[in-house]
């Protein structure tokens, strides 16, 4: 569902060349769960930013479900990214004026869905959060929070999810039953699921771990 071939990254920080990434090449496939590890300013955000076509290589090519992201107009990339792929950030982004329905049905209005609210509610189940649906996201937890913000990146069953950080705003143990979710969630949706972390044991559920160095791939694990 995810492919990067040979990908460079290149960016000018006050006049000097930066290359966030450095012929990185990786897929994800439907139902597995990849992990890419390493330290801050190591280019996790970044790829993740070209795997869901929020940005673009300046070479090599990023395909998402066969489609290359390369030479696409704006509404070509809007519509790929709105039916292919979910978001999940560390700072879970949820609207603080909507209620948790509100949330999470919003990307089904903005499609043109009629039947927005009972997907939505189907969607806030799987997170087993029935009977919070009209609670402000003020009135959650963090964990709560993040289980809104999964149900809303799954809600038009994606065949690509991007998670920045997921639980870096969680403690230990809420982290591990958001990360067991989202795994469930994988499996269940045959979803590609591309996680980025700094943290080995968050990095540990995934299928397959990816380290990053400097803008390239020093290591692959799978399980």
């Known amino acids: 569902m995810v492919w990067l071939r040979n990908v460079v990254k ?63 107009d704006d509404s070509t990339l809007t519509k790929l990214r709105r039916e292919k792929v979910g978001f999940v950030f560390q700072s879970f982004q949820l609207i603080n004026t909507l209620s948790v329905v509100e949330n999470v049905e919003l990307p089904i209005l903005l499609a043109g869905a009629s039947n927005a609210r009972a997907i939505a509610l189907d969607r806030i189940a799987s997170v087993e959060l029935a009977g919070l649906e009209h609670r402000m996201p003020h009135q959650l937890s963090g964990g709560q929070m993040q289980r809104v913000a999964i149900a809303r990146a799954l809600v038009n069953k994606p065949k690509i999810l991007l998670a920045d950080e997921p639980t ?24 590609a699921t591309l996680m980025a972390t700094h943290s080995a044991e968050a990095a540990a559920i995934a299928d397959t771990i990816v380290e990053l ?9 799978r399980k």
């Open 10 to 72: 290149n960016y000018s920080a006050d006049g000097q060349l930066v290359r966030a990434l450095d012929g990185v090449s990786l897929e994800v496939a439907p139902g597995e769960f990849v992990a890419v590890v390493g330290r801050s300013g190591c280019g996790k955000s970044t790829l993740l930013n070209l795997a869901g076509a929020m940005d673009f290589p300046t070479s090599g090519e990023v395909l998402l479900d066969r489609t290359s992201t390369n030479s696409r």
């Open 168 to 191: 870096g705003n969680l403690d230990t143990t809420t982290g591990s039953i958001i990360l067991g979710l989202l795994k469930r969630l994988t499996r269940e949706q045959n979803t």
């Open 213 to 221: 160095r400097d803008g390239k791939i020093t290591g692959v694990k």
